[in-house]
């Protein structure tokens, strides 16, 4: 669509992270013309930069009953409906010696409060099911926990959008919102060749941690309050399910196994919408803390650290005390009158808060048509069989594998492997690369996970560039090393070192320094 083009879709919403793409989802869903504009990749803001915990709730039922209760519920929704992109692995909370003994009560009982599924169990039992934590815990609780891949969530709710009839922009900001007459008028999405005007009935501010300054594009306050939170990835599998420590959340006391390899989170503190990254402090402090749970850590292998920042809502406490709950901004009341925000929640509940913002927006546009995501897959859960390729790749692409798998076995190295530590076949990067939604290797990882493993794509970025045929692959490849090298260089030491002076050592061949930034 050129510049000079107009197009009238319904809803605009602003924003590709779990909370927009779960919007498109529903409101395709319900026969609503949708738009839906994400300024860098889906996946980019906190919804990428998080710790991949689908909450049962017990972390915030002690401080925060309406968040524990609302993920207690969404929790168990998303194992039915994204069961191809979660692990139902459990949690256990437990205590040190140290630790008060009277917040175990308190934890129980906020538990039973707010639904969710809580057994006290014995310290013999919580070892037989972690062996590597420490054998001097006091208490263990045994919890519905779950690890999720955000990545392939909100890849998944975006395909599904798109099936029921949703466009979706990648790569297309939307720089400005148009107020006449109390309601916006238009909006301007994209730059240059790619800068088109929209004229929707309703614009859904789904944009995170960004909502302050989309709403402010069209006169509205929006009170945020940015958080950041690091993380630490370790290689391998340290515990089979999730370990939380049984205490007043606090920095470094969350272990969540991922895939081929463990997180360890995370911190809280203020947070900008620039370079948001991991320091080495931040990392000294989490792996003091979790080190104390799980002694091995110390020795274990740190791979790379990464930051998001939570989009909290101010006027509910501060960091770690704010509440988890989401509000959807009704912005007529300040004068805007097809404006909605939403703002707040957690990955776990953005189902729920779609639902809640596309009830609105059915409201505002005086439509009717029930929310049926609580009720309709958005890709059926993993079975057994096929290939060991096949089974990696439906843990990823759900119900999308067959199509994939298609074009790789079309392809004459498809099957062939390009990155070992993830395994990704040079097909799926092939099928992923032709898509207009990736442009940068950054993309293409997030859509595949190749040169997410412990090399950091020191063996597959030249097979990530040569799938993607970027203009400038030198440029490319440096950008996205430089991008990686951010959240390695605060983690260096043992087994990374060494694997990183390795990769200096491969990369001076091609006079690539992989360990510049910018
Ligand atoms: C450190 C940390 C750990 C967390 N851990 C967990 C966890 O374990 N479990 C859990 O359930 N939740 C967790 N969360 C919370 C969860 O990640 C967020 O609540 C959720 O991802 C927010 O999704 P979102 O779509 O609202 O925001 P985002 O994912 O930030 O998406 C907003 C999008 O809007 C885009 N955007 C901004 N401005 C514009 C514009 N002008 N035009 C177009 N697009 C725009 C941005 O590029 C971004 O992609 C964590 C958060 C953090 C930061």
Not at 70 to 85: D, Q
Not at 351 to 359: C, F, G, P, T
């Amino acid at each position: 669509m050129s510049s000079s083009e107009r197009y009238m879709p319904e809803v605009l919403i602003v924003g590709g992270g779990a909370t927009g793409t779960g919007i498109a989802r529903d409101l395709a869903m319900r026969g609503v013309e949708v738009l839906l504009a994400e300024a860098g990749d889906l996946s980019s803001g906190a919804s990428g930069g998080n710790h991949g915990m689908l909450h049962s709730g017990a972390r915030y039922a002690v401080t925060d009953p309406e968040a524990a209760r609302e993920c207690a519920t969404e929790g168990e929704v998303l194992k039915r409906i994204a069961g191809f992109c979660i692990e139902d692995t459990g949690g256990l909370f437990v205590s040190l010696p140290r630790d008060d003994h009277a917040y175990l009560d308190r934890f129980l009982d906020g538990c039973r409060g707010s639904g969710v599924r809580a057994e006290e169990i014995s310290i013999c039992e919580a070892l037989r099911s972690e062996p590597n934590i420490s054998s001097d815990i006091a208490a263990a609780v045994r919890v519905p926990d779950a690890s999720v891949d955000p990545f392939f969530l909100v890849w998944g709710m975006a395909e599904s959008a798109r099936e029921a009839g949703a466009t979706v922009l990648t790569h297309t900001p939307v720089t400005s919102l148009h107020v006449k007459e109390g309601r916006i008028a238009r909006a301007v999405l994209g730059r240059g060749e790619r800068r088109r005007t929209v004229r929707p009935e309703v614009v859904v501010n789904a944009s995170g941690a960004w909502c302050g300054r989309v709403a402010a594009m069209a006169g509205q306050r929006i009170d945020m309050q940015l958080d950041k939170g690091s993380m630490v990835v370790f290689n391998g599998r340290l515990v089979n399910g999730l370990v939380n420590r049984l205490r007043p959340p606090a920095d470094g006391d969350i272990l969540v196994p991922h895939r081929s390899s463990t997180i360890l989170g995370t911190t809280s503190g203020p947070g900008t919408l620039e370079d948001v990254r991991a320091t080495a402090t931040e990392v000294e402090g989490l792996l003091r803390a979790a080190t104390e749970v799980l002694p091995g850590l110390s020795t274990a292998r740190t791979i790379r650290s990464y930051a998001g920042v939570r989009p909290l809502l101010n006027g509910n406490g501060r960091g770690r005390q704010a509440s988890r709950a989401f509000t959807v901004i009704d912005h007529s009341e300040g004068g805007v009158e097809n404006l909605l925000s939403v703002a707040g929640g957690k990955l776990t509940t953005c189902r729920l808060m779609a639902e809640k913002a596309s009830d609105a927006v059915m409201r505002r546009l005086g439509r009717s048509g029930a929310c049926r995501t609580m009720l309709e897959e958005i890709s059926p859960p993993v079975i057994g069989g096929g290939s060991f390729q096949e089974e990696v790749m439906r843990r990823k692409y759900g119900a999308f594998t067959g199509t994939i798998l298609a074009e790789c076995i079309g392809s004459p190295l498809g099957r062939e492997e390009a990155c070992s530590c993830e395994s990704v076949s040079v097909g799926e990067l092939e099928h992923f690369a032709a898509s207009p939604d990736v442009i940068s290797l950054s993309d293409l990882m997030r859509r595949t996970r190749a040169g997410m493993g412990y090399c950091q794509a020191g063996l597959c970025v030249f097979r990530m560039a040569s799938a993607l045929d970027a203009g400038e692959p030198r440029r490319e490849i440096e950008r996205f090393l430089a991008e990686r090298w951010k959240g390695i260089s605060p983690v260096l030491r043992g087994e990374q070192l060494r694997q990183e002076a390795f990769k200096a050592h491969l990369f001076k061949v091609h006079g690539i320094d992989h360990t510049r930034e910018g």
